[in-house]
Protein backbone atom coordinates (compact mmCIF):
# COMPACT_ATOMS: atom_id res chain seq x y z
CA UNK A 1 0.00 0.00 0.00
CA UNK A 2 1.50 3.24 -1.39
CA UNK A 3 2.28 5.62 1.44
CA UNK A 4 0.71 8.52 -0.13
CA UNK A 5 -2.84 8.29 -1.52
CA UNK A 6 -3.07 9.90 -5.12
CA UNK A 7 -6.51 9.70 -7.01
CA UNK A 8 -6.23 6.31 -9.71
CA UNK A 9 -7.58 8.77 -12.51
CA UNK A 10 -8.38 11.95 -13.43
CA UNK A 11 -9.54 13.62 -17.25
CA UNK A 12 -10.07 16.74 -18.65
CA UNK A 13 -10.36 17.91 -22.17
CA UNK A 14 -7.66 19.96 -23.93
CA UNK A 15 -7.46 23.46 -22.73
CA UNK A 16 -8.67 22.75 -19.56
CA UNK A 17 -7.15 22.45 -15.96
CA UNK A 18 -6.80 19.54 -13.58
CA UNK A 19 -5.80 18.77 -10.62
CA UNK A 20 -3.73 16.00 -8.43
CA UNK A 21 -4.05 15.78 -4.71
CA UNK A 22 -1.36 13.31 -3.26
CA UNK A 23 -2.45 12.89 0.49
CA UNK A 24 0.06 11.45 3.21
CA UNK A 25 0.89 12.17 7.02
CA UNK A 26 2.59 14.99 9.06
CA UNK A 27 5.66 11.96 9.36
CA UNK A 28 5.81 12.83 5.38
CA UNK A 29 4.26 15.48 3.19
CA UNK A 30 3.02 17.58 6.06
CA UNK A 31 6.81 17.74 7.87
CA UNK A 32 8.68 18.10 5.19
CA UNK A 33 8.83 20.85 2.34
CA UNK A 34 10.40 17.90 0.29
CA UNK A 35 7.66 17.02 -2.59
CA UNK A 36 8.24 16.76 -6.24
CA UNK A 37 6.04 14.82 -9.11
CA UNK A 38 7.04 12.76 -11.63
CA UNK A 39 5.06 12.21 -15.44
CA UNK A 40 5.61 8.95 -16.40
CA UNK A 41 4.43 8.38 -19.92
CA UNK A 42 3.78 4.36 -20.96
CA UNK A 43 6.84 1.95 -21.26
CA UNK A 44 8.84 5.31 -20.36
CA UNK A 45 11.31 6.39 -17.59
CA UNK A 46 9.81 9.11 -15.42
CA UNK A 47 10.71 12.91 -15.51
CA UNK A 48 10.60 15.11 -12.48
CA UNK A 49 7.91 18.16 -13.39
CA UNK A 50 8.13 19.86 -9.82
CA UNK A 51 10.58 19.53 -6.85
CA UNK A 52 10.96 21.53 -3.55
CA UNK A 53 6.65 21.18 -3.70
CA UNK A 54 6.65 24.42 -6.42
CA UNK A 55 9.51 24.79 -8.43
CA UNK A 56 9.89 23.56 -12.19
CA UNK A 57 13.01 21.97 -13.57
CA UNK A 58 14.64 23.72 -16.75
CA UNK A 59 12.35 22.87 -19.65
CA UNK A 60 9.60 22.35 -18.26
CA UNK A 61 6.02 24.15 -18.92
CA UNK A 62 5.09 27.11 -16.96
CA UNK A 63 1.69 25.29 -17.14
CA UNK A 64 2.56 23.05 -14.68
CA UNK A 65 2.61 24.23 -10.65
CA UNK A 66 3.07 22.51 -7.46
CA UNK A 67 1.43 23.31 -3.66
CA UNK A 68 0.90 22.00 -0.40
CA UNK A 69 -1.34 22.63 2.37
CA UNK A 70 -1.01 20.61 5.45
CA UNK A 71 -0.41 17.32 4.54
CA UNK A 72 -1.84 17.29 0.96
CA UNK A 73 0.18 18.56 -2.00
CA UNK A 74 -1.23 19.17 -5.21
CA UNK A 75 -0.26 19.49 -9.51
CA UNK A 76 -1.82 21.62 -11.42
CA UNK A 77 -2.08 21.04 -14.95
CA UNK A 78 -3.09 23.93 -17.24
CA UNK A 79 -4.12 24.37 -20.60
CA UNK A 80 -4.32 20.69 -20.75
CA UNK A 81 -2.80 19.05 -23.78
CA UNK A 82 -3.18 15.54 -25.48
CA UNK A 83 0.31 14.76 -24.53
CA UNK A 84 0.44 15.43 -21.04
CA UNK A 85 -1.63 12.00 -20.74
CA UNK A 86 0.37 10.35 -18.65
CA UNK A 87 1.20 8.81 -15.12
CA UNK A 88 2.04 11.11 -12.59
CA UNK A 89 3.10 10.22 -9.02
CA UNK A 90 4.11 12.28 -6.78
CA UNK A 91 7.29 11.88 -3.98
CA UNK A 92 7.81 12.93 -0.37
CA UNK A 93 10.68 12.84 2.06
CA UNK A 94 9.65 10.71 5.31
CA UNK A 95 12.43 11.10 7.08
CA UNK A 96 14.85 8.36 8.55
CA UNK A 97 16.83 9.22 5.15
CA UNK A 98 13.98 7.50 2.78
CA UNK A 99 11.37 8.99 0.54
CA UNK A 100 7.92 7.70 -0.30
CA UNK A 101 5.65 7.35 -3.49
CA UNK A 102 2.26 8.01 -3.87
CA UNK A 103 0.55 5.08 -6.01
CA UNK A 104 -0.22 7.47 -9.31
CA UNK A 105 -2.55 9.17 -11.20
CA UNK A 106 -3.34 8.41 -14.65
CA UNK A 107 -4.54 11.32 -16.14
CA UNK A 108 -6.72 10.96 -19.81
CA UNK A 109 -7.29 13.97 -21.89
CA UNK A 110 -10.70 13.25 -23.80
CA UNK B 1 22.94 9.73 -19.65
CA UNK B 2 21.88 6.26 -17.67
CA UNK B 3 22.09 2.65 -18.95
CA UNK B 4 21.47 -0.17 -16.48
CA UNK B 5 22.10 -3.50 -17.37
CA UNK B 6 22.07 -7.02 -15.68
CA UNK B 7 18.67 -7.90 -14.75
CA UNK B 8 17.13 -11.22 -16.29
CA UNK B 9 14.91 -14.34 -14.82
CA UNK B 10 16.62 -15.52 -11.74
CA UNK B 11 15.71 -17.90 -8.77
CA UNK B 12 14.04 -17.22 -5.64
CA UNK B 13 17.09 -16.95 -2.84
CA UNK B 14 19.26 -16.66 -5.46
CA UNK B 15 21.32 -13.13 -6.36
CA UNK B 16 22.06 -10.79 -8.63
CA UNK B 17 23.98 -7.57 -9.07
CA UNK B 18 23.07 -4.72 -11.47
CA UNK B 19 25.31 -2.02 -12.88
CA UNK B 20 24.62 1.49 -14.39
CA UNK B 21 26.88 3.30 -16.56
CA UNK B 22 26.93 6.85 -16.52
CA UNK B 23 27.81 9.61 -18.53
CA UNK B 24 27.60 13.36 -20.03
CA UNK B 25 27.51 14.47 -16.00
CA UNK B 26 30.20 14.84 -13.41
CA UNK B 27 28.75 11.44 -12.04
CA UNK B 28 31.39 11.81 -8.67
CA UNK B 29 29.80 15.02 -8.45
CA UNK B 30 26.61 13.91 -7.22
CA UNK B 31 23.83 11.59 -4.81
CA UNK B 32 22.93 8.42 -6.94
CA UNK B 33 19.26 6.51 -5.94
CA UNK B 34 17.80 3.21 -7.37
CA UNK B 35 14.06 3.23 -8.21
CA UNK B 36 11.95 0.11 -9.04
CA UNK B 37 8.38 -0.44 -9.93
CA UNK B 38 6.58 -3.84 -10.35
CA UNK B 39 5.01 -4.78 -13.30
CA UNK B 40 1.81 -2.21 -13.84
CA UNK B 41 2.50 -0.95 -10.35
CA UNK B 42 3.67 2.61 -9.08
CA UNK B 43 7.05 3.82 -8.06
CA UNK B 44 9.00 2.54 -5.02
CA UNK B 45 12.62 4.18 -3.58
CA UNK B 46 14.84 1.80 -3.12
CA UNK B 47 18.05 3.02 -1.86
CA UNK B 48 20.23 6.03 -1.67
CA UNK B 49 24.29 6.41 -1.87
CA UNK B 50 25.53 9.59 -0.83
CA UNK B 51 28.28 11.36 -3.45
CA UNK B 52 31.16 10.69 -1.97
CA UNK B 53 29.94 6.97 -1.58
CA UNK B 54 29.97 7.25 2.69
CA UNK B 55 26.49 7.39 3.32
CA UNK B 56 23.54 4.53 2.01
CA UNK B 57 20.34 4.54 3.03
CA UNK B 58 17.57 2.14 2.26
CA UNK B 59 14.37 1.23 1.89
CA UNK B 60 12.77 -0.83 4.79
CA UNK B 61 11.49 -3.68 2.30
CA UNK B 62 14.91 -4.18 1.17
CA UNK B 63 17.33 -3.25 3.99
CA UNK B 64 19.99 -6.09 4.80
CA UNK B 65 19.43 -7.54 1.73
CA UNK B 66 20.08 -4.61 -1.34
CA UNK B 67 23.56 -3.42 -1.21
CA UNK B 68 24.00 0.07 -2.95
CA UNK B 69 27.38 1.22 -4.59
CA UNK B 70 29.65 2.87 -6.80
CA UNK B 71 32.59 3.07 -8.96
CA UNK B 72 33.61 6.68 -9.57
CA UNK B 73 36.53 5.42 -11.66
CA UNK B 74 34.01 3.56 -13.88
CA UNK B 75 31.68 5.95 -13.46
CA UNK B 76 29.26 3.15 -12.33
CA UNK B 77 26.19 2.54 -9.68
CA UNK B 78 25.05 -0.92 -8.68
CA UNK B 79 23.14 -2.34 -6.42
CA UNK B 80 23.62 -5.95 -5.30
CA UNK B 81 20.62 -8.14 -4.80
CA UNK B 82 20.42 -11.32 -2.31
CA UNK B 83 17.71 -13.56 -1.21
CA UNK B 84 15.78 -12.19 -4.05
CA UNK B 85 11.87 -12.57 -3.26
CA UNK B 86 9.04 -12.79 -6.17
CA UNK B 87 7.97 -9.05 -4.42
CA UNK B 88 11.43 -8.25 -5.78
CA UNK B 89 10.32 -8.27 -9.52
CA UNK B 90 10.60 -4.92 -11.08
CA UNK B 91 12.05 -2.59 -13.50
CA UNK B 92 14.86 -1.37 -11.83
CA UNK B 93 15.85 2.39 -12.50
CA UNK B 94 19.25 4.52 -11.40
CA UNK B 95 18.27 7.83 -11.00
CA UNK B 96 20.51 10.71 -10.37
CA UNK B 97 19.58 13.31 -7.66
CA UNK B 98 19.70 17.04 -7.69
CA UNK B 99 22.41 18.56 -6.86
CA UNK B 100 23.67 20.55 -3.39
CA UNK B 101 20.73 19.56 -0.95
CA UNK B 102 18.44 18.68 -3.71
CA UNK B 103 19.16 14.96 -3.18
CA UNK B 104 16.10 13.59 -2.71
CA UNK B 105 14.52 14.91 -6.35
CA UNK B 106 15.27 12.62 -9.54
CA UNK B 107 16.25 14.24 -12.27
CA UNK B 108 17.60 11.86 -14.87
CA UNK B 109 16.78 8.40 -15.02
CA UNK B 110 17.56 5.61 -17.09
CA UNK B 111 15.58 3.09 -18.84
CA UNK B 112 15.31 0.49 -16.13
CA UNK B 113 16.50 -3.01 -16.67
CA UNK B 114 14.07 -6.04 -15.68
CA UNK B 115 14.48 -8.36 -12.85
CA UNK B 116 12.19 -11.36 -12.78
CA UNK B 117 11.93 -13.11 -9.87
CA UNK B 118 10.50 -16.79 -10.32
CA UNK B 119 11.14 -20.69 -10.55
Known amino acids: QPALTQPASVSGSPGQSITISCTGS?????????VSWYQQHPDKAPKVIIYEVNRRPSGVSTRFSGSKSGNTASLTISGLQVGDEAYYYCCSYAGRSSVVFGGGTKLTVL | QMEESGGGVVQPGTSVRLSCAASGFSFSSYAMHWVRQAPGKGLEWVAL????????FYAESVRGRLTISRDDSKNTLFLQMNSLRSEDTAVYYC??????????????WGRGTLVSVSS
Open chain 2, 49 to 56: ISKDGDNE
Open chain 2, 95 to 108: AKGMGGRDFWYFDQ
Open chain 1, 26 to 34: SRDVGGYSV
